[in-house]
């Protein structure tokens, strides 16, 4: 029974309690409480990230319009842990005039068809997101100054096919070595070659391939990935650099990823230009789709045993005996290494963490 239960009231003390009388604690700021419940945003616009710098996102909206503009906006609150890449089609909302001085606003990310990431290394579980909503990768290599590195292809093949992407190759400098025998070590494999020099820059036929897809270019630095930019988007002004006559590398010119449009009398495209990196982690790769980038590899594979690992210690491993009969080239024969290679690392990372996915 309550201490204010009507049947104590003998004396009809209670009467002047009631719930105004109940003391609110005062809202010094006078906004209304938070709830979990978000806007629809039914009005937002849908636009293509162009580029990200200090927190700040470059939006295409109303894309191939008379209205088509490049907006600035910024992310709302709810999507502070969510990443917004280069590629990424936004729902953008407030002021997206585009006027000088204006902010829009990111409120969501429409689903993607694609996701190109990469690792520190083969053993890092943290990835990094390089674009969104690409359908091409362009591997730019260098013929000589830097040495061109095969198995650094492997790995952009093997990200690339991940993530569901076709790659293409350009291999520049030519002028300065023969890429012949670099490129026999790619024979078999179901990939696209340009080969550029320094006055012989097949713009056209790239350019080409570029119509109708998003591309993303990746490659090492120094390699003339910016020169071969700037020559498809003349108003790029994508910084170039050289290569250190010491050390062998490249210096990281390009800081950030943008988006470029290319235009030519056949169409548009769009070229997506990324930092140079010297390596390129597979980490967030599921091991089941490594073999798979090896296509002429993979052929063979089909008649191994179930549950085959192919590495060197693999019992019945088809590719081990085919190559143990010499039926393998001196180029698939380096390819097999450096796909055992890629397998024994994921091997190795399984072993010590029971959980991975390649366990």
């Given at each position: 029974m309550s201490w204010l239960d009507p049947e104590d009231d003998l004396d009809g003390d209670f009467e002047d309690f009631d719930e105004s009388s109940i003391r609110v604690r005062p809202n010094p700021k006078a906004n209304r409480p938070r709830t979990k419940r978000r806007p629809a945003h039914d009005d937002a616009q849908i636009g293509r990230v162009l580029g990200v710098d200090r927190g700040r996102y470059n939006v295409m909206i109303d894309e191939g319009t008379d209205d088509e503009r490049t907006i600035t906006t910024t992310r709302a609150r709810e999507l502070r842990r969510a990443p917004i890449v280069t590629g990424d089609q936004a729902r953008v909302v407030g002021d997206t005039s585009g006027?000088?001085?204006?902010?829009?606003?990111?409120?969501?990310?429409?689903?993607?068809?694609?996701?190109?990431?990469?690792?520190?290394?083969?053993?890092?579980?943290?990835?990094?997101?390089?674009?969104?909503?690409?359908?091409?990768?362009?591997?730019?290599?260098?013929?000589?100054?830097?040495?061109?590195?095969?198995?650094?292809?492997?790995?952009?093949?093997?990200?690339?096919?991940?993530?569901?992407?076709?790659?293409?190759?350009?291999?520049?400098?030519t002028d300065l070595a023969d890429p012949t025998q670099f490129l026999s070590y790619f024979d078999g494999l179901d990939l696209r070659v340009f080969t550029s020099a320094q006055e012989e820059m097949p713009i056209d036929e790239i350019g080409a391939a570029l119509l109708g897809h998003s591309t993303v270019f990746v490659g090492h630095s120094g390699?003339?990935?910016?020169?071969?930019?700037?020559?498809?988007?003349?108003?790029?002004?994508?910084?170039?650099?050289?290569?250190?006559?010491?050390?062998?590398?490249?210096?990281?010119?390009?800081?950030?990823?943008?988006?470029?449009?290319?235009?030519?009398?056949?169409?548009?495209?769009?070229?997506?230009?990324?930092?140079?990196?010297?390596?390129?982690?597979?980490?967030?790769?599921?091991?089941?789709?490594?073999?798979?980038?090896?296509?002429?590899?993979?052929?063979?594979?089909?008649?191994?045993?179930?549950?085959?690992?192919?590495?060197?210690?693999?019992?019945?491993?088809?590719?081990?005996?085919?190559?143990?009969?010499?039926?393998?080239?001196?180029?698939?024969?380096?390819?097999?290494?450096?796909?055992?290679?890629?397998?024994?690392?994921?091997?190795?990372?399984?072993?010590?963490?029971?959980?991975?996915?390649?366990?």
């Open positions: 006027d000088e001085g204006t902010l829009a606003r990111i409120v969501g990310i429409v689903e993607r068809s694609s996701l190109l990431r990469r690792s520190a290394d083969d053993t890092d579980q943290v990835e990094r997101v390089i674009v969104a909503n690409a359908d091409q990768m362009l591997i730019v290599v260098a013929a000589a100054d830097p040495e061109p590195r095969a198995r650094l292809v492997d790995r952009y093949l093997v990200a690339a096919l991940d993530a569901g992407v076709r790659p293409l190759l350009v291999v520049t400098k390699v003339g990935k910016s020169t071969l930019v700037n020559a498809l988007v003349p108003s790029a002004e994508r910084a170039t650099g050289h290569v250190n006559q010491v050390t062998g590398r490249g210096r990281h010119t390009s800081s950030s990823t943008v988006s470029l449009r290319y235009v030519s009398p056949a169409g548009t495209g769009w070229v997506i230009d990324t930092p140079g990196v010297r390596s390129f982690g597979l980490g967030h790769v599921n091991p089941a789709n490594i073999l798979a980038s090896f296509t002429e590899l993979a052929e063979i594979a089909e008649n191994c045993p179930r549950g085959c690992t192919h590495l060197t210690d693999a019992p019945d491993c088809a590719l081990i005996e085919a190559a143990e009969r010499g039926e393998l080239s001196a180029a698939g024969l380096s390819r097999l290494d450096s796909l055992q290679r890629l397998l024994q690392t994921f091997a190795d990372k399984a072993d010590a963490n029971p959980g991975s996915p390649g366990r």
